[in-house]
């Protein structure tokens, strides 16, 4: 049987809600598949309520449906260690909430402590440029140094830089991922993957069963509402490079809303091509030309 890691949010406050934490991930799983849902409609359900549980809105019968559902997803991927974090337990990390459309469960493989450091995300183009790699990386050196835990969502690109050269630098990383814990993507990350899973923190938001429902193209919502988790979990997001249409924007949208910091890269503002960093820079964004302006501000 998987972990699930609910024991210790339990017996932390004896006052807290008993949660069955399978029950909650079926629960999850059958709201997902409803006709029409997002993230939007689910965190609907919940707004001005923060005693619901999911299982509040699903028939017991549909639970126990979609229980056996999970099994079996889980047996032919062989998920295995999943933990859970509700919203209205805890140890969910309450600052979630600051995001639109706040999530009511994710799940997670690995070391979950992690979410209380201080972290920053470092996100930016899956096809980066030369500079921008190198870029990523001394950003990343710097931050390890400052005992920062990096954050990013093990695309290609700036993600894959900023996790590989935190783990080569022997610093502490969380990837937030677009698909469920069954999946890998892209293929060619399967092993960082696994390696972030089994040494540090693998997050996920994404419905096991409705993934698997749904070709890559109705797939692709996923990814987006991630970098509003990440930026959620993080105390800063950095962007190294990007362009007008990139989804990392979506992240930048999600820190200026949250009341996180955002950084931009001073090289970005010298690129011809884009226009974004001028117009976040004035929405509040933080223009800066080397890591000590951005330590100045992390304190």
Request: glycine share 6%; with cysteine; aromatic share 10%.
């Amino acid at each position: 049987m998987n972990q699930l890691d609910f024991m210790s949010a339990i017996e932390s406050d004896p006052f807290d809600r008993a949660i069955a934490p399978f029950t909650e991930m079926a629960a999850y799983e059958a709201l997902w598949a409803e006709q029409g849902a997002t993230f939007k409609t689910i965190a609907d359900k919940f707004r001005g309520n923060s005693n619901l549980l999911p299982s509040d809105l699903v028939d017991p019968s549909k639970i126990e449906e979609f229980k056996a559902i999970l099994r079996s997803i889980f047996g032919k991927y062989s998920v295995k260690n999943v933990g859970v974090r509700v919203h209205g337990a805890a140890e969910y990390p309450a600052k979630l909430r600051d995001a639109r459309h706040p999530i009511e469960l994710l799940y997670y493989q690995g070391w979950w402590d992690l979410v209380n450091t201080r972290s920053v995300a470092v996100v930016g183009s899956r096809k980066v440029s030369e500079e921008g790699r190198r870029r990523t990386v001394r950003l990343v050196k710097n931050l390890v140094k400052d005992e920062f835990t990096i954050i990013s969502g093990l695309a290609e690109g700036v993600d894959s830089a900023a996790h590989t050269a935190a783990l080569a630098l022997g610093g502490k990383t969380i990837a937030v991922i677009g698909t469920p814990l069954s999946h890998f993507y892209p293929k060619q990350n399967k092993n960082l993957q696994e390696r972030i899973r089994e040494d540090f923190l693998l997050i996920s938001q994404v419905p096991f069963k409705r993934y698997l429902d749904q070709d890559y193209r109705s797939n692709r919502i996923f990814f987006p509402e991630r970098n509003v988790t990440m930026s959620a979990l993080s105390e800063a997001t950095i962007i190294v490079e990007a362009s007008d249409t990139s989804g990392t924007l979506t992240q930048a949208r999600a820190a200026l809303h949250q009341g996180r910091k955002l950084f931009i890269l001073e090289s970005c503002f010298h690129n011809p091509d884009i226009s974004w960093p001028k117009k976040y820079a004035e929405l509040g964004a933080i223009r800066v030309s080397d890591y000590e302006d951005i330590k100045r501000v992390l304190g």
